[in-house]
């Protein structure tokens, strides 16, 4: 079983930044791909980012040059959110995908509002 606990979110303004923490416990990371997702009331949730246990990355064409997504040595993904606009307002999910049993995990979320 793999527990994912979110934390980082908060108020920013436009133009600002927050980094967003998962503590990922349970299982070893190196079986996952690790994910961040958001989702805005009304909308299904979307790909932020995701990260191989090879360090490969993908982004979403909208967060693409201002986020960043990576991991330590101590099971926490991280996700950097540089010059946020308020379109990037939204619960902001981590994800845990066992790529061989195709199991996803979530967090409980965490809230990004960005404004003035």
């Known amino acids: 079983q793999v527990q994912l606990v979110e934390s980082g979110g908060g108020l920013v303004q436009p133009g600002g930044?927050?980094?967003l923490s998962c503590a990922?416990?349970?299982?070893?990371?190196?079986?996952?791909?690790?994910?961040?997702?958001?989702?805005?009331?009304?909308k299904q949730r979307e790909l932020v980012a995701t990260l191989t246990s090879g360090g490969n990355t993908n982004y979403a064409d909208s967060v693409k040059g201002r986020f960043t997504?990576?991991?330590?040595?101590?099971?926490t993904v991280f996700l950097q959110m540089n010059?946020?606009?308020?379109?990037?307002?939204?619960?902001?999910?981590?994800n845990?995908?066992?790529?061989?049993?195709?199991?996803?995990?979530?967090?409980?979320g965490t809230q990004v509002t960005v404004s003035s």
């Open 24 to 42: 990922v416990s349970g299982k070893i990371l190196s079986a996952y791909v690790m994910g961040w997702y958001r989702q805005t009331p009304g």
């Open 17 to 19: 930044s927050l980094r």
């Open 69 to 75: 997504i990576s991991r330590d040595n101590a099971n």
């Open 96 to 108: 845990a995908h066992h790529i061989r049993r195709g199991t996803d995990y979530w967090g409980q």
């Open 83 to 94: 010059g946020l606009k308020p379109e990037d307002t939204a619960v902001y999910y981590c």
